[in-house]
């Protein structure tokens, strides 16, 4: 069993910035793609960006494509995602993904194990 514990989140201005982290507690980290995802209130949770475990394969949401970073530290089994010029349409609970032996794919259904999430909230 891993798991998984988002921090990070909180309140911000549009055009501003956060960094979220997940921190895995697990041996095996590199073994696993990573992904963020988020949820937005009545909404479907929706891929935001995915990490192969050797960073050599990131993929993002078109939403998200030239203002997010994910990236990982596999010594410290974290994944991290920093958002800049954020928006208020980026509102949503944020969760992190693990995809044993995985590629960071989209589907949510993919992965093995989740956090809790952490939320976002952007003001106007």
């Known amino acids: 069993q891993v798991q998984l514990v988002e921090s990070g989140g909180g309140l911000v201005q549009a055009g501003g910035s956060l960094r979220l982290s997940c921190a895995a507690s697990?041996?095996?980290?590199?073994?696993?793609?990573m992904g963020w995802f988020r949820q937005a209130p009545g909404k479907e949770r929706e891929f935001v960006a995915g990490i192969r475990w050797n960073s050599a394969s990131i993929s993002y949401a078109d939403s998200v494509k030239g203002r997010f970073t994910i990236s990982r530290d596999n010594a410290k089994s974290t994944v991290y995602l920093q958002m800049n010029s954020l928006k208020p349409e980026d509102t949503a609970v944020y969760y992190c993904a693990a995809d044993f032996g995985g590629t960071g794919t989209v589907a949510a259904s993919d992965y093995d194990y989740w956090g809790q999430g952490t939320q976002v909230t952007v003001s106007s």
């Open positions: 697990t041996r095996t980290f590199s073994r696993y793609a």
